[in-house]
């Protein structure tokens, strides 16, 4: 399948390079890649979603995306994927966000609701405020960021199925390109917000992808993300942990192309 990766300046001056993929007449698909990733943690689940016309942006601070040394409020990333819609032209699109790239494409239901026809949320969290288990140590990063860091905090996320080992040091790759102060920011902007769905109601309809042995987002949070989004629907992978994209990318694709096509 064509793709090519574009640069897209944002009007906040900011550039991100965004992966475009598919039929320019077929449905839009925006996905939001977690905290410390970029656009190619969706490599292996692309194959898949031939339905749609992908858009796969670095997300501020991270990847190959300008890093500012601000501008990492969840309000600011969720405008940043609005900003990358409104370049793209794209009036309304399916948002896929996967672990706090779903708490971003919440947000951005909140604030943007022309914009989200529906969200897939992937291992996505009902909040994110508070101290994560891991605080300290991004608190004490320097740049530049070790390699043996970002391997050993891979381990914050215990998985239960096998992952490729060219995928593992990609993602490896994607966390030393981050500067100690995106690191700190992005989570920092995170725990700092009010959850997106105590801010208001999101209309889009949602499907939630959970799997049953993650460690770090229990079951009430997928539950109370149900109770608060109208309509939602909860898939739960039970032999997956909280890194459902990693995983599971072609049932994920499967589960979502689903989903997405049978809302006309």
Not at 95 to 112: C, K
Not at 114 to 126: I, W
Not at 204 to 212: D, H, N, R
Not at 241 to 263: G, I, R
Request: negative net charge.
């Amino acid at each position: 399948m064509e793709s090519e990766v574009r640069n897209l300046v944002l009007g906040t001056g900011i550039s991100v390079p965004c992966l475009i993929q598919g039929d320019a007449r077929a449905q839009p698909l925006l996905l939001l890649h977690a905290w410390g990733e970029s656009r190619r943690s969706f490599e292996r689940m692309l194959p898949f979603l031939d339905n749609f016309r992908v858009y796969a942006p670095d997300l501020r601070g991270q990847g190959d995306a300008d890093k500012p040394e601000d501008g990492y409020s969840l309000a600011e990333q969720a405008g940043d994927a609005a900003a990358i819609l409104t370049v793209l032209k794209v009036r309304s699109a399916f948002v896929l966000g996967s672990s706090s790239g779903g708490y971003v494409a919440q947000q951005l239901a909140i604030m943007r609701p022309d914009l989200v026809a529906a969200l897939v949320l992937v291992g996505s969290p009902v909040t994110l405020q508070g101290r994560a288990p891991f605080a300290a140590e991004v608190e004490a990063l320097t740049d530049p960021v070790a390699e043996d860091w970002v391997r050993d905090s891979l381990s914050w996320f215990p998985l239960v199925q096998e992952v490729p080992t060219w995928y593992l040091q990609d993602r490896v790759s994607d966390g030393v390109s981050m500067p100690a102060h995106a690191w700190k920011r992005i989570l920092a902007g995170f725990s700092d917000a009010t959850p997106p769905t105590e801010a208001g109601a999101i209309q889009a309809p949602a499907l939630i992808l959970w799997g049953a042995r993650d460690n770090l987002l229990p079951r009430w949070q997928q539950d109370a993300l149900v109770e608060r989004i109208d309509g939602a629907v909860l898939k739960v992978y039970p032999e997956a942990a909280h890194l459902v994209l990693w995983e599971c990318p072609e049932q994920v694709a499967m589960d979502a192309t689903e989903f997405l096509l049978s809302l006309g």
